[in-house]
């Protein structure tokens, strides 16, 4: 089974940018690299998702490698309210999430 | 409306005690699953069900019964529950499979003494 690995924890300075990656050195042509994140006693909360190509949103933007084995979520700058658990996840065949462990993201003030 | 709303926020029950979390969402979303997430861990998928069929049953024991009455509500009815399974029990929906990502509920904490 693909293993999606991400570091335990990261911190960052407020107002600065965030870079968290991921690696999921096994990931099918098919699968999409998702991106969630869940604060205390929250369900988790969509972020950003992508294929092949770069996206960009309100909340942050996905840079995916060119041979997809890795990803790197990136919050250009990073408030208090990003601290969260950031999971990277990708999706089987049926379109299910994979989950991986979570980076534990501590923004200091 | 595109929140999935989740009741009780937080359950306590017995071992002998039959309860029932549930699951409402008004998306038009027409895939709807149950997760369960211990502490520091992600979550686990338990059920999805697609178009009010049951498509998926991740071996869950039989004192879990899900139940979806119709494509907007998902129940989880539970009887006979140990305490190993305490945990945030998590309702999400998503259109169609998936491709388009998935919306979460805020959980139910529950508690089995």
């Known amino acids: 089974d693909a293993k999606t690995t991400q570091p335990n924890s990261m911190e960052s300075n407020e107002e600065e940018p965030v870079h968290l990656p991921c690696n999921h050195s096994t990931i099918s042509g098919t699968d999409y690299i998702h991106w969630y994140r869940q604060l205390p006693s929250q369900g988790p909360e969509y972020v950003i998702h992508g294929l092949t190509s770069n996206v960009n949103n309100r909340m942050a933007s996905l840079a995916i490698a060119e041979d997809r084995k890795s990803s790197t979520l990136i919050l250009h700058r990073a408030t208090l309210r990003d601290a969260a658990v950031y999971y990277c996840?990708?999706?089987?065949?049926?379109?299910?999430?994979?989950w991986g462990a979570g980076t534990k993201l501590i923004i200091k003030p | 409306d595109t929140e999935v709303t989740q009741t009780p926020k937080h359950l306590v029950m017995g071992m002998t005690n039959k309860k029932s979390l549930k699951c409402e969402q008004h998306m038009g979303h027409r895939a709807m699953y149950w997760y369960k997430q211990k502490a520091k861990k992600p979550p686990e998928l338990m059920f999805v069900?697609?178009?009010?069929?049951?498509?998926i049953n991740e071996s869950v024991p039989s004192r879990f019964s899900p139940e979806c009455p119709n494509s907007s509500l998902l129940n989880l009815h539970l009887h006979a529950l140990q305490p190993e399974d305490s945990a945030l029990y998590l309702c999400?929906?998503?259109?169609?499979?998936?491709?388009?990502?998935?919306?979460f509920g805020s959980g139910t904490r529950l508690t089995v003494v």
């Open positions: 999400a929906s998503s259109q169609d499979r998936g491709a388009y990502g998935y919306t």
């Open positions: 996840i990708r999706t089987d065949s049926n379109y299910q999430l994979i």
């Open positions: 069900y697609s178009y009010e069929k049951l498509s």
